[in-house]
């Protein structure tokens, strides 16, 4: 258990329709990382964010994008949604100032139709 | 850019026999590098890292790891393995241990028979 929560497990979605994704970080940790993971593929690194503010991006269209709240908990959005967004996402925390390791959570499973 | 190869996309091994999974990596510095595990519907779970130091790792569930400068290997090893140890494991490189991106292999993933 990593104390790491992510919601929804599982979502069914049509093409171009929007999605948000949510993870609540592990108590304390104030960057969360977002990775897509496609069938038989290993993760794929989307962004970061570190107190609120985006930290890092990998090679996603914009219509990737993300929040951190105060409390930091995280969401992804995508947006026009089309059937390669079709995958496991799994959102990490950890504590940038501690130089601390991911905790990963279970993932959203997301279905594009 | 970094990049990480698992050669192998599927490994099968007899329950008690020994384990090991193959990682090459790319990097233009000296990288931080990762095994994590993966278990069905589950998210991943860290292994063992490196990143300078005893070349050879110790990690939780009875796996090691060897770091190879001169092949720019991480593999990993386990003397023993268990039927719990079915799952699927990633290689990854990163620029420190917590803070940056990863760059993760495309897996290898493990079946244990009796």
């Known amino acids: 258990e990593t104390g790491v929560t992510q919601s929804p497990t599982h979502l069914i979605k049509t093409r171009g329709q929007q999605v948000t994704l949510r993870c609540s970080s592990q108590?304390?940790?104030?960057?969360v990382s977002w990775y897509q993971q496609a069938l038989g593929q290993g993760p794929q690194f989307i962004f970061q964010?570190?107190?609120?503010?985006?930290?890092g991006r990998g090679n996603f269209p914009p219509r990737f994008s993300g929040l951190q709240f105060p409390n930091y908990s995280s969401e992804l959005n995508v947006n026009a949604l089309e059937l390669d967004d079709s995958a496991l996402y799994l959102c990490?925390?950890?504590?940038?100032?501690?130089?601390?390791?991911?905790?990963f959570g279970s993932g959203t499973q997301l279905s594009v139709l | 850019a970094q990049s990480v190869t698992q050669p192998d996309i599927h490994i099968t091994v007899s329950e008690g026999a020994s384990l090991e999974l193959r990682c090459n990596y790319s990097?233009?510095?000296?990288?931080?590098l990762f095994w994590y595990v993966q278990s069905p519907g589950q998210g991943l779970q860290l292994l063992l890292k490196?990143?300078?130091?005893?070349?050879l790792v110790q990690g939780i569930k009875g796996f090691e790891a060897e770091f190879k400068r001169s092949q720019s290997s991480f593999n990993l090893r386990k003397p023993s393995v268990h039927w719990s140890d079915a799952a699927e494991y990633f290689c990854a490189v990163g620029l420190n241990f917590g803070n940056e991106k990863l760059t993760f292999g495309t897996g290898t993933r493990l079946t244990i028979i009796p």
């Open positions: 964010y570190y107190r609120e503010e985006e930290n």
């Open positions: 490196y990143f300078s130091g005893d070349t």
């Open positions: 990490a925390s950890s504590d940038r100032d501690y130089n601390e390791k991911l905790f």
């Open positions: 990097y233009g510095a000296t990288p931080y």
């Open positions: 108590s304390g940790h104030n960057t």
